[in-house]
């Protein structure tokens, strides 16, 4: 595991306003992510901000260490009803969260309120946390997984948490009674849109128990491209990769057509 630079704040906010269709607020207990996977857009934005860190991503995390004395203080303003996402610029259980607990006191905090709360995820780590999602009455976790291919993680997001992990991570959710969808998200162009990789993915959501997958585009494009595409070509030589790629159209038929066949619901 590379060397993450980790420095501790004080944040002033924690619960932000937010326009997207997903949530009404969004929480991020850290800055920065040790994951740092390629694909990710939130250097971009900073890039396009002004603000440091962008080149560096992945190589620091800010530890927003009063995260959970500033969301006890906010929730007392907020609507009972309001909609709350955890990890919309962050992994709020990245490897640092260990040390810390962090997401797992915002958490706690949360847990006293009846909003609904959704967490985005790829990390294995919030099974720790098993404890304090099952106070929540209306609690959903997406759990990020844009491959099932091991070798195909190690090119594109070598310092996340490996496929297993995430399998098993799902499987205890489920059977704790939690709400608990697949974020094929980004789906990897060039990589993925394989019969054999839609085929694999499907069948390894089932196999976990999925029933709801949702399906999206890499964010930025025009920003990433050109890492991304170096990073195709390395996946590419180091698999000797010949498989045959699905347009567009018929890739949404055919993984539409596989989840169907699954019992999983699909949005994409």
Known sequence: MRAVHVQEIRCKQLLHRTAASFAEY????????????????????????????????????????????VVRREMLDT?????????SATDPWQPVEKRYGVSRGVLYELSFYPNRLTILTRSPLL????????RFERVSVNVSVPTVDEQVRRVFEPHASAVAG?????????????????????????????????RQYVQTAKQAGVREIW?????????????????????RARTGWTAHLLMREETE????????????????
């Open 26 to 69: 969004t929480v991020n207990p850290y800055v920065g992510c040790g994951f740092g996977c390629s694909y990710c857009y939130v250097p971009v934005l900073r890039e396009r901000r002004g603000q440091e860190g962008a080149r560096s991503w992945g190589e620091w995390v800010q530890v927003k260490v009063n995260a959970p004395d």
């Open 79 to 87: 609507p009972r009803d309001a909609h709350i996402l955890i990890g």
């Open 253 to 268: 038929q055919m993984v539409r057509e596989e989840c169907e066949r699954a019992g999983i619901v699909c949005r994409i």
């Open 127 to 134: 099974l720790r946390d098993i404890d304090l999602l099952t």
């Open 166 to 198: 995430r399998v098993e991570l799902t499987r205890r959710l489920l059977k704790a009674g939690i709400r608990t969808t697949w974020a094929w998200c980004p789906f990897l162009p060039g990589v993925e849109n394989t019969p054999d990789q839609i």
């Open 215 to 235: 399906v999206g585009r890499i964010n930025y494009w025009n920003a990433l491209q050109e890492r991304y595409k170096a990073l195709l070509r390395r996946y």
